[in-house]
T-cell receptor, first 115, second 114 residues
Framework: GQQVMQIPQYQHVQEGEDFTTYCNSS?????IQWYKQRPGGHPVFLIQ?????EVKKQKRLTFQFGEAKKNSSLHITATQTTDVGTYFC???????????????FGKGTKLSVIP | ETGVTQTPRHLVMGMTNKKSLKCEQH?????MYWYKQSAKKPLELMFV???????ENNSVPSRFSPECPNSSHLFLHLHTLQPEDSALYLC?????????????FGPGTRLTVT
């Protein structure tokens, strides 16, 4: 079935270093969403990107949607211990005929920040 | 609080037990979801309901039986589970089930099957 691939699976960084997670799809995505799940918590919606080449920022977080709408990235500048958690991308993909879409989650990138 | 509640938060059950998980959303959404989260498959979609109608059953074993009596409530009935069914079960809701809107997740039920 349709998959949204996310890399890396794990990332360990020293506090203050930057972090990037990447999301890729073999087919064009209608939109892409990003979620964060803190340890012991549940996924929380961060942002949605819709337009080709779109870039959005939330403080130290920068989200990009590729020109072909097949890939996306989340970049965190100068990580802090509060950034610890798993970051999921979710792409809106067409399936089983015209007009049918569903949100498909990547497997997530687990970020550890060493103080 | 995200407006999506789940009970119980923790559940331990034997393989011969029957139990139910409950989810309630207070956001006026039309779509509700059950996900299974485990170390092997971080976010595995199980069922989707839209306006109380089931629109997706992701090849889930029949020992899991969903029920959606109205747009605000979603249940997951469990019977004769296996130890490998131990996981975090997350409920979510959104305005529509077509992926155009963000999903709001509940806190989850941590299930242990002994």
């Amino acid at each position: 079935g349709q998959q949204v691939m996310q890399i890396p699976q794990y990332q360990h960084v020293q506090e203050g270093e930057d972090f990037t997670t990447y999301c890729n799809s073999s087919t064009t995505l209608s939109n892409i969403q990003w979620y964060k799940q803190r340890p012991g918590g549940h996924p929380v919606f961060l942002i949605q990107l819709v337009k080709s080449g779109e870039v959005k920022k939330q403080k130290r977080l920068t989200f990009q949607f590729g020109e072909a709408k097949k890939n996306s990235s989340l970049h965190i500048t100068a990580t802090q211990t509060t950034d610890v958690g798993t970051y999921f991308c979710a792409g809106r993909v067409a399936y089983s005929g015209a007009g049918s879409y569903q949100l498909t989650f990547g497997k997530g990138t687990k970020l550890s920040v060493i103080p | 609080e995200t407006g999506v509640t789940q009970t119980p938060r923790h559940l331990v059950m034997g393989m011969t037990n029957k139990k139910s998980l409950k989810c309630e959303q207070h956001l006026g959404h039309n779509a509700m979801y059950w996900y299974k989260q485990s170390a092997k498959k971080p976010l595995e979609l199980m069922f989707v309901y839209n306006f109380k109608e089931q629109t997706e059953n992701n090849s889930v074993p029949s020992r899991f039986s969903p029920e959606c009596p109205n747009s605000s409530h979603l249940f997951l009935h469990l019977h004769t589970l296996q130890p490998e069914d131990s996981a975090l079960y997350l409920c979510a809701s959104s305005q529509a089930e077509d992926g155009a809107y963000e999903q709001y997740f509940g806190p989850g039920t941590r299930l242990t099957v002994t």
